[in-house]
């Protein structure tokens, strides 16, 4: 019979070679952060964040050093004591949502507009291409 030796962490190395080992204990939903897909046109960057139920003046965006900065508040409702509870999912209070944007974009034209629980946010690019700029060139006068 033979016998195999027991090596009680010989699992331990693969397990933080995974890039999302921390999404089993911290999942999606139980995140106070928003949701957001971005996506990038000819001449914009596009983000649509979801934030169903948030009154638009209490969200603020910013974008500074290219990065895009979401922050806001839902009103926490006290919860009432007669109603029975099966579930308490709906997540109430402050949230915050940063990512770093793929272009540099033009942080004095960006354009937010919040519809039907949707906030769209509109970033124009800044132009990739070089300006091509004509330098006249003097003539210096000659003494005599």
Do not use: C, H
Request: charged share 35%; aromatic share 6%.
């Amino acid at each position: 019979m033979a016998l195999i030796p027991w090596k009680p962490f010989s699992g331990l190395e693969n397990f933080f070679e995974d890039e999302d080992w921390l999404l089993p204990i911290i999942p999606r939903s139980q995140s106070n952060a928003p949701v957001m897909d971005v996506y990038e046109t000819e001449k914009d960057i596009v983000a649509e964040v979801n934030l169903p139920g948030v009154d638009p003046n209490k969200i603020d965006v910013s974008v500074e050093d290219q990065v895009l900065r979401i922050s806001g508040a839902t009103e926490e409702k006290k919860e009432e004591k007669k109603k029975g509870y099966w579930r308490k999912e709906i997540r109430k209070g402050s949230f915050e949502r940063a990512i770093r944007l793929p272009a540099p974009v033009k942080e004095d034209k960006v354009e937010a507009v919040y519809d039907k629980g949707v906030l769209k946010i509109i970033m124009p690019k800044l132009s990739s291409k070089p300006q091509k700029k004509k330098i006249k060139v003097k003539t210096k006068r000659q003494t005599s």
